[in-house]
Each structure stands twice: as structure tokens, then as C-alpha cells.
């Protein structure tokens, strides 16, 4: 079983107070329609204020009763800019191919805001994948993850 579907149930408690302490640092980041890829159980996505979220974990994203779509990250089924801001929290690092999720999201959104765990994930290794997608912005250091911030 897929790891989000297997603690799916005790996801807020383990690491809601986490999330929502690095939504704090990017929330003033997000412009107008917002697409939370890999949104999870919704706890972030609902403290949006224009926001649809995206997960492929079905245990994840039932829990969440606001605007949700079963889907890829690699793979959005949206159309060129049809969102101002795409928005992914401490998703990247679980995915087969973090740089095809990348441009997906420039493809869909104006502007690109993640995070992705330090942990295995070098500054230099993520300057390599931004150069690769083609992205340009901010990155910075946070306590758990590395936050990038398009400009
Ligand atoms: C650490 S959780 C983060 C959830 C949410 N962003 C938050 O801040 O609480 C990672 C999420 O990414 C989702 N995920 C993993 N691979 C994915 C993929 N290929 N497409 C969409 N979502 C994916 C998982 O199901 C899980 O809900």
C-alpha cells in the first residue's frame, strides 16, 4: 500500500501542525486561483481562499470536502495557465520524476510555489532541476524544507 493511503487517517495529527507552520511562510506568495498539487488531506488547501486541490491518494484526498480532483502530478489535466498560482508542499520529493511535476505546474499556473524536504535534496540538486524546468525565483532554506518562490 502507497505510504499516504497507509497513514492517511492520522495525517493531520502527525504532521498538520508542521504544514501549516510552512504554509505561513508562503501564503503571501499566492495569487488569485490557486492549484494545490499533491494537496493531501486538504489542510492546507482550505485555508486558501480560491483553491482546488489535486492528490493520487483517494485516503488522502476524501477527507478534504472542498474543491478535489484524483489525479497525477505529472500529468495535470488542465489546460496552459489556467491557474495563477500552482502551489505544491512537500510533494516533490515523493515523486518518480520531480522535473516533469515541475513543468507541468509552470505549464498550468502563472506562477510556481513550492517546498520540498531537505532531507535528500541538496540546494545545488534543486538549482539543477529549476534550470532544467526552466524556472526562475527565489530559494531559500526553511527548518524542514527548501521553499521556492517564482518571480
Ligand atoms: C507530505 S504530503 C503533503 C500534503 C499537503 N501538501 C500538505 O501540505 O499537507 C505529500 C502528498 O503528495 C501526494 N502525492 C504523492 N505523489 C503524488 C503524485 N504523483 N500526484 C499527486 N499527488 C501525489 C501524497 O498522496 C500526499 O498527499
Request: hydrophobic residues 35%.
Amino acid at each position: 500500500m502507497n505510504y499516504y493511503n497507509a497513514i492517511a487517517k492520522g495525517y493531520n495529527e502527525l504532521y498538520g501542525e508542521e504544514q501549516l507552520e510552512k504554509f505561513e511562510i508562503i501564503k503571501n506568495e499566492l495569487v488569485g486561483r490557486v492549484l494545490d498539487i499533491g494537496c493531501g488531506t486538504g489542510i492546507i488547501t482550505k485555508k486558501i481562499e480560491n483553491a482546488v486541490g489535486i492528490d493520487n491518494s483517494w485516503k488522502m484526498l476524501k477527507q478534504f470536502d472542498g474543491e478535489r480532483i484524483l489525479g497525477d502530478a505529472h500529468n495535470l489535466p488542465f489546460k496552459n495557465k489556467t491557474f495563477d498560482t500552482a502551489l505544491s508542499l512537500t510533494v516533490l520529493q515523493d515523486l518518480k520524476n520531480p522535473s516533469k511535476a515541475l513543468k507541468e505546474m509552470k505549464r498550468i499556473a502563472r506562477k510556481v510555489v513550492f517546498s520540498i524536504q531537505k532531507r535528500n535534496w541538496t540546494e545545488q540538486k534543486i538549482k539543477k532541476m529549476l534550470k532544467k524546468s526552466d524556472l526562475k525565483g527565489s530559494l531559500f532554506e526553511g527548518k524542514k524544507d527548501w521553499f521556492f518562490i517564482q518571480k
